[in-house]
């Protein structure tokens, strides 16, 4: 069964870290673009990085430059976003995504066809 699993989600202070993983299951990462992207209630998805598996690729968000790193262990076929210097702002439910175009120009919802089921992550003190 080709699906992607989001994990790591969950409550920290502003400042705090937290590492997302997103693991795919019946299809290999390496000619995949994975992207993350996060939505808040009432407010747009947004993208907040995306990974290319077969160049390495990277696209982060301005807001999260410097703070996230998204990055992939291929033993694992997982993508993970180590997230630093959380912000209050930063809560959003998390969402990875992938597309089989091989790399990207822009880190774009639309172009992405397999999504996982989101985990939540709270910023709050």
């Known amino acids: 069964q080709v699906q992607l699993v989001e994990s790591g989600g969950g409550l920290v202070q502003p400042g705090g870290s937290l590492r997302l993983s997103c693991a795919a299951s019946g299809f290999t990462l390496d000619n995949y673009v994975i992207g993350w992207f996060r939505q808040d209630p009432g407010k747009e998805r947004e993208e907040v990085s995306c990974f290319s598996g077969y160049d390495g690729t990277t696209y982060y968000t301005d807001s999260v430059k410097g703070r996230f790193t998204i990055s992939r262990d291929t033993d694992k076929n997982t993508v993970t976003l180590q997230m630093d210097s959380l912000k209050p702002e930063d809560t959003a439910l998390y969402y990875c995504?992938?597309?089989?175009?091989?790399?990207?120009?822009?880190?774009?919802?639309?172009?992405?066809?397999?999504w996982g089921q989101g985990t939540q992550v709270i910023v709050a003190s």
């Open positions: 995504a992938a597309t089989q175009f091989k790399t990207f120009v822009l880190c774009r919802d639309a172009d992405f066809d397999l």
